[in-house]
């Protein structure tokens, strides 16, 4: 059997539609990933594992034979492949269209200049960071901002909070001349919405922090804010409703998102609470 040097090994077998289960039991625990499917009229499945760099691939092959002495099938022959060390979120992003959403054009680097007349743009890479206006929570929360843009012409500063990609705080500093704070727990996420704040030349319009809340300097220094977004999960916009509702101005808006239909009573009380009313749903 030959090495495959660094980095994530896959592992490729045919088996009979009757064996998959037995292969699956067999393998799942001694594997990064294991997935399988039909193949042509389903009475063979294609079994792919995913080993991790340096795996032992001798250990799988044993495994695999006793997968197969259960089954009673004759042992699989095994394709062995090395899987690139690509960037597979930024791969997939070079695929997709531009999106118009609410009076925002959500593109990528291979759609520049392409905006329709009226639209703001954004462009967005997103990396490894969540938020490319694809999610209906993103998308919502954009058309939430661009409505809250007709009514309101000036704001005293707006908070993101969890900001991902940095595509709401974007939105908000190319509707409004204020201040823009936005904050993500993930180093990561930060770091992929400042280079984005970089592409849309925003970067002097938007102030960057990792924060768990809204309790750090770089935030609390700035607050009250006319507008607050928290797309984020309903645990952590349960838990932090008293920080979040106390970052609102007098008379702001409160912009949540990240929740499921289930979840939406428990996160309205948390906020009624201390407070906030519903304006829109």
């Not at 009226?118 to 998308?139: K, N, P, V």
């Not at 996420?189 to 922090?209: D, H, K």
């Not at 702001?252 to 749903?281: C, D, K, M, N």
Request: hydrophobic share 50%; proline share 5%.
């Amino acid at each position: 059997m030959t090495a495959l040097g660094s980095g994530l090994i896959e592992a490729r077998m045919i088996v009979p539609a009757a064996a998959v289960t037995t292969f699956e039991l067999m393998l799942a625990d001694a594997v990064l990933a294991l997935t399988s499917f039909e193949i042509g009229d389903g009475r063979a499945w294609s079994v792919e594992a995913l080993l991790a760099p340096g795996g032992d691939q001798g250990a799988f092959a044993a495994c695999v034979a006793q997968a197969a002495a259960i089954a009673a099938i004759p042992e699989p022959d095994l394709a062995w492949r090395l899987v690139p060390q690509n960037d597979w979120v930024s791969e997939t992003q070079k695929l997709l269209s531009p999106l118009q959403l609410g009076r925002f054009w959500v593109h990528g680097r291979d759609h520049r200049g392409a905006a329709p007349a009226g639209c703001l743009a954004l462009e967005i890479e997103a990396g490894l960071a969540f938020g490319t206006g694809r999610h209906a929570t993103t998308s919502l929360c954009l058309d939430a901002l661009s409505d809250l843009a007709r009514q309101r012409r000036h704001i005293a500063g707006l908070l993101d909070v969890g900001c991902g990609s940095g595509i709401l705080a974007m939105a908000g500093a190319r509707l409004w001349p204020g201040l823009v704070v936005a904050s993500d727990l993930d180093p990561v996420a930060v770091r992929t919405a400042r280079a984005n704040a970089r592409i849309n030349g925003l970067s002097r319009r938007l102030r960057l922090a990792v924060a768990d809340g809204v309790q750090a300097p770089a935030i609390a220094c700035h607050a009250p804010y006319e507008i607050v977004v928290a797309n984020i999960l309903a645990p952590p916009l349960i838990a932090m409703a008293r920080p979040l509702a106390a970052s609102v101005a007098p008379g702001g808006v409160l912009i949540l998102s990240g929740l499921l239909v289930t979840q939406e009573q428990a996160v309205f009380q948390a906020y009624r609470a201390q407070g906030l009313h519903l304006r829109q749903r």
